[in-house]
């Protein structure tokens, strides 16, 4: 759509916050409730890194990763009530969420030249969606859209934030040295992806902060609809 054609600009709700918070689901869910598209930033990154990895490219390297970033074409569907991933054609969403993407996913997106691409991508899913998007991340309100209409950060303390993982993955009957394991990867990504050099996680100027340790899923999706609705319910009012 020609940015002429629209009464105003896009509405954007960025949402970012660490590994865990549940920033994915309940993102997806604001988006479905508000008849908004809705960007997974991280499974983009997470693309990437299963690109590299199923290319063996070294991505330890950073040099070696800049130079082959340009090469997967990476498409994100945005539909909130099916949301997909593709590289080169392939649906990777499997994939993408398997443990040797998770383990090497932090140092591919410290690159520039990965941020640089995929923030191009991003940019792109928000012009093209119909009525505004809800992009979560770790810097969506921080580099990529800096002027969007609402800013949220999401948090919760790192001992919520493991409990809600292991519940998760002991449902789906993982035995408990894996679950620890994936407690000691969560720390090791936080660490990782605030304390680097290119966008890392902060709580953007302008984003209001919802600790969702002591709160339930829908408490969280409904203080989240809510927010947006104060700042940008007059835009998206059906
Ligand atoms: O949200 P997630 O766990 O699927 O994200 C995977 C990784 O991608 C995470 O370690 C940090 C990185 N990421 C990022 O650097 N910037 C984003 N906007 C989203 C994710």
Partial sequence: ?????????????????????????????????????????????????????????????PEAV??????????SGTDADGPTITVDGQDVSGPIRGPEVTAQVSAVSAVPQVRARLVELQRGCAELAPRGIVAEGRDMGSVVFPEATAKIFLTASGTARSERRAAELRAKGVDEQTIAEMAADLDRRDA???SRATAPLVQAPGAVLVDTSELTLQQVIDTVSDLVAQRAGHLIAA
């Fill in 1 to 61: 759509m020609d940015t002429a054609d629209r009464a105003h600009a896009p509405v954007v709700v960025a949402i970012d916050g660490p590994s865990g918070s549940g920033k994915s689901t309940v993102s997806r869910a604001v988006a479905a409730r508000l008849g908004l598209s809705f960007l997974d930033t991280g499974a983009m990154y997470r693309a990437m890194t299963w690109w590299m990895l199923a290319n063996e490219v070294d991505v330890t390297d």
């Fill in 66 to 75: 800049a130079i082959a970033c340009g090469k997967p074409v990476i498409v």
């Fill in 192 to 194: 990782a992806d605030s």
